[in-house]
C-alpha cells in the first residue's frame, strides 16, 4: 500500500471508488483511488460525469483489454485509471498550460500502481506536434470537457483531427447539462460528426450513489458516443 505523505501535498484527499459487477459475477470488482486537490483554486475534484464514464467503462472492461485509449482533459483521471486498470494501453492528457494538472494525472498513476500510463500536455483547439504524433487509437475519452461554451468547438476540433487520423475509433463522453441553451449539435454537424445517446440505466449509472460515491445531479448527466459522419 502506498504512503501519502501530508508534508507533500497536504490539500490532497484520496477517495476511493468501487465499482462492481453484481449480477454476473458478484465476486468481481474493481477499486481505484483517486486524488483530489482541495485547494478551490485548482478545483480537481472527481464530478458525477467522471464516475459515469468510469462506470461505462467498467461494464466495457472486456472490449478495452489491449485497446488504446486517449483520456482528453483528464484532470483526476478516473476514466482513464478504470480503463487502465481494465487492461487498456491508456494515455492521459490536460493541457499543456495547466501542468498541476499533469502533475495530478501522474499522482492519479502512482496512486494506482500504473507505470505505464503515458501523461502529455494536448491544448484543445491546437495541432501539436505532441497530438500529430500520438500512436494509433482506438477509443479517445472524455469527462465533463463540455464545461464551458467558449472551448465546446476547440475540443471538438480536437476529436475531429483524432477521427480522421483514426477512422475505426469512438469518442466516448459524458457531460453535464448546466444550461438549455448549450448544445453541441450544430458544432458537430459542422465538424461532420456522428453521435448516438447512451442511457445511463443501460449500464447501472441512473443511481443517486455510483461506485461507492453519492453522485449530486447525477440525473442531468448524459453519455454520448462521438464517431465520423460517413453518411457523406
Known amino acids: 500500500m502506498m504512503e501519502h505523505s501530508g508534508a507533500e501535498a497536504p490539500n490532497i484527499d484520496y477517495k476511493v471508488f468501487t465499482f462492481e459487477e453484481r449480477k454476473k459475477n458478484p465476486e468481481e470488482c474493481l477499486c481505484v483511488s483517486i ?9 480537481m475534484y472527481v464530478w458525477p460525469c467522471a464516475v459515469v464514464l468510469a462506470q461505462y467503462l467498467w461494464t466495457q472492461r472486456e472490449e478495452l483489454r489491449d485497446k488504446t485509449v486517449l483520456e482528453l482533459g483528464a484532470g483526476v483521471s478516473l476514466p482513464g485509471v478504470v480503463a487502465a486498470r481494465c487492461g487498456a494501453k491508456v494515455i492521459l492528457s490536460d493541457s499543456a498550460k495547466t501542468p498541476l494538472c499533469l502533475e495530478n494525472c501522474r499522482r492519479s498513476c502512482e496512486a494506482n500502481g500504473l507505470q505505464d500510463v ?5 491544448t484543445w483547439g491546437e495541432i ?5 504524433l500520438l500512436p494509433e487509437l482506438d477509443i ?3 469527462s465533463d470537457v463540455f464545461y464551458e461554451p467558449q472551448d465546446f468547438e476547440d475540443v ?3 476529436v475531429a483531427f483524432l477521427l480522421r487520423k483514426n477512422p475505426g475509433s469512438q469518442f466516448w463522453t ?11 449539435e450544430a458544432l458537430l454537424h459542422r465538424w461532420k460528426l456522428s453521435c448516438v445517446d447512451v442511457e445511463l ?12 460515491s453519492t453522485l449530486p445531479g447525477s440525473h442531468s448527466v448524459l453519455m454520448l458516443v462521438i464517431t465520423l459522419n460517413t453518411g457523406g
Open 35 to 43: 486524488p483530489e486537490v482541495l485547494d478551490p483554486q485548482y478545483g
Open 118 to 122: 503515458v501523461v502529455l500536455g494536448l
Open 128 to 132: 501539436s506536434p505532441d497530438l500529430v
Open 140 to 142: 479517445i475519452l472524455g
Open 156 to 158: 471538438l476540433v480536437t
Open 174 to 184: 459524458t457531460y453535464q447539462e448546466r444550461s438549455a441553451d448549450w448544445s453541441i
Open 201 to 212: 440505466q443501460t449500464f447501472g449509472a441512473d443511481k443517486a450513489e455510483l461506485a461507492g
